[in-house]
């Protein structure tokens, strides 16, 4: 009989742009400013931000229910072939292929919660693939609390919105936030576009 | 009899560190957390951030009076031999040698009591000097909303804080943003330290 598989411990990844100021969408939870970063330069090959090279590599992708209906709306789901796991408190009907809701419940803590999904996705996924955290802002949060990113990949706009949504809501501050992060990537991108990739395993 | 001359336009300049999750200050409005990036490499010459490069360009100092508080609690005012105004609603009496209050009153707008603020200081300021929108948050976000900002030169410190005094505090948007900004440095610098400077004026 094969000895079991150790369990496969994938990388969980964070890559969104924000302003300046720290914003992820705007005051109505729209993104429509990220259209004016998109490089329409006519290079033969436009500056994606490393999109496709990292989209390659992941295996799922985990987002908010509000990111998830904003998505939603748009003309196509981009994330065809992948699956994406929908957090939500309540169960949502009518789900897109390739989409699951994971319900997030009273108990037992949020922590363990996310931990039991990442366990379930981890089951599915192949050697090397990572595990995305779209957003938002509340759902990376909830992610960061429970110790669970591994790597922060950051596309500073320049620009700013004054309000919005945040990438990183205020909360109380405390022992659970990973506090100490290392700087692997700074990178000058197209339009202005600041790449800043941290680890926050490394010691 | 010789012709006035044109007003000096000094350039205005915010240089700050904050968290990567938006704060200069932490829930007590201390900034202790900034003593873990101070270059103790044993270097010839430690990493200072350009700070001494920077501070020698500056002509005249703005804060508001937390920050001025803040400051007056350390062993020596660290700004002596440059002028430090201190934006304050009310009167400060016993104000420290080389600075001074500027009372910010119910009218005219605050925009126009900053712009007279800036004419009054560069009477003072020999070529090139430059004016150090030192912070807090509020101050900052006051030039800014006034569009009296030139370069925000800001260090991205590889933590984060969970909450604090934001360097960006959420406001309701609006026309007097300035939204657009080019990205003229990124530098990494030492300890994992993100430098990231925009130009707020250029096209």
Redesign the interface.
């Known amino acids: 009989m094969a000895t079991q598989a150790a369990p496969r411990k994938a990388k969980i990844t964070v890559y969104i742009a924000q302003t300046?100021?720290?914003f992820i969408a705007?005051?109505n939870g729209k993104v429509t400013f990220l259209e004016s970063y998109e490089d329409t330069t006519g290079e033969e090959k436009p500056d994606d931000c490393g999109y496709a090279e990292f989209y390659e590599t992941v295996g799922a992708l985990i987002m908010g229910r509000t990111s998830y209906e904003l998505v939603r709306g748009f003309a196509d789901w981009p994330y065809k072939g992948k699956m994406s796991y929908v957090l939500s408190t309540s169960v949502i009907d009518d789900m897109l292929p390739d989409t699951k809701c994971f319900q997030i419940k009273g108990q037992p803590s949020v922590d363990e919660q996310l931990r039991n999904l990442i366990a379930e996705i981890e089951k599915d996924l192949k050697e090397g693939q990572c595990i995305w955290v779209m957003g938002g802002g509340v759902t990376i949060d909830a992610f960061?609390k429970a110790n669970l990113v591994d790597e922060?990949d950051?596309f500073?706009l320049?620009?700013?919105?004054?309000?919005?949504v945040?990438?990183?809501p205020?909360?109380?501050?405390?022992a659970s936030?990973?506090?100490?992060?290392?700087?692997t990537r700074?990178?000058?991108r197209a339009k202005?576009?600041?790449r800043?990739t941290?680890d926050t395993k490394a010691k």
């Open positions: 300046l100021d720290g705007d005051s960061l922060l950051i500073v320049p620009m700013m919105l004054g309000s919005g945040p990438l990183f205020v909360r109380g501050g405390g936030i990973q506090s100490k992060l290392t700087l700074l990178e000058k202005g576009i600041a800043l941290y």
